[in-house]
């Protein structure tokens, strides 16, 4: 068992006593020994990256001038980029390291926001993240959404309702004409059809009247009895809707084309 630090420390030399940097940190509270263990780790992973930044540096130079061929230039940027990128990922590496060690021999909780686990909410207080996990035991809605429940969203647009329903027509047709109610049930789903259509013209002209649309030509085909339709082609090139940062999990509005 490792002994606890004394608060004072004799100095033979000048035979006086000084205060004990180490009890100091081991009685220390919790949050002060996470703000130790975070600087003693920064302090780790930024002398790891000067000084490989720098072994980088040089080898690079070496090999730009002892290589006598030109085109050899754009060859050795290239290398010197990964370089560069395994030698910050090295140093995390070494920073997270010292991170761990450091807060063990403190006996306190290590304090590090990294990939949050799928579905977790994002805060931009950081002390109020949540995890998918705990988003469910509080009783929160998931906010990624199941592969069903986009299945029944999609169901729910207009013209996926009007597909719904011309099926239901059709099998509406298939009955004997001799049934009383035939007529007064066909131009039930057809209202209900002409309803949904006119539902999607609108949300199409919303769409439309929000987003930066660009005519990319124009394509004509025979429809069923042959008669001949044009239509044009659109693209999308702005639209309103979220993206979201893969790193910082933040949603964030596509900006305009004539804003910065």
């Known amino acids: 068992m490792k002994s606890i630090p004394t608060k004072l420390t004799f100095i033979p030399k000048s035979k006086t006593f000084k205060i004990n940097p180490k009890h100091t940190r081991y009685h220390a509270d919790p949050i002060a020994k ?9 302090r ?9 930044t720098k ?17 050899q230039f754009a060859n050795l940027v290239r290398k010197k980029n990964r370089a560069l ?11 997270m390291k010292s991170l761990e060690k450091t807060s063990k021999k403190l006996d306190v909780n290590i304090k ?7 579905g977790s909410r994002w805060n931009a207080n950081m002390a109020t ?8 035991a509080l009783g929160f809605p998931p906010k990624e959404v199941s592969a069903d429940m986009k299945a029944f969203y999609a169901g729910q647009k207009p013209l996926a309702l009007a597909k719904r329903y011309r099926k239901t027509l059709s099998r ?6 001799s049934w009383k109610k035939r007529k007064e049930v066909v131009g039930l789903w057809r209202g209900k059809i002409k309803t949904e259509l006119k539902q999607a013209q609108i949300d199409r002209q919303i769409f439309r009247n929000t987003t930066v649309q660009k005519l990319t030509g124009t394509r004509t085909f025979y429809r069923k009895g042959g008669k001949k339709v044009t239509k044009e ?12 940062d893969i790193h910082t999990k933040r949603w964030i509005r596509t900006r305009f084309p004539d804003k910065k």
Request: net charge positive.
């Open 34 to 42: 996470r703000d130790i263990a975070s600087s003693i780790a920064r």
């Open 44 to 52: 780790t992973e930024a002398r790891s990256h000067r000084i490989l």
């Open 55 to 71: 072994k980088v540096e040089s080898a690079f130079a070496r090999s730009t001038l002892k290589s006598s061929k030109s085109n």
């Open 85 to 95: 990128i395994s030698a910050f990922a090295l140093s995390k590496k070494r920073g």
């Open 112 to 118: 590090k926001f990294e990939v949050q686990e799928q």
């Open 129 to 136: 993240r949540l995890s998918a996990s705990e988003a469910k």
């Open 172 to 177: 509406v047709y298939a009955q004997p004409k």
């Open 233 to 244: 082609d659109w693209k999308t090139i702005w639209s309103p809707e979220l993206k979201q």
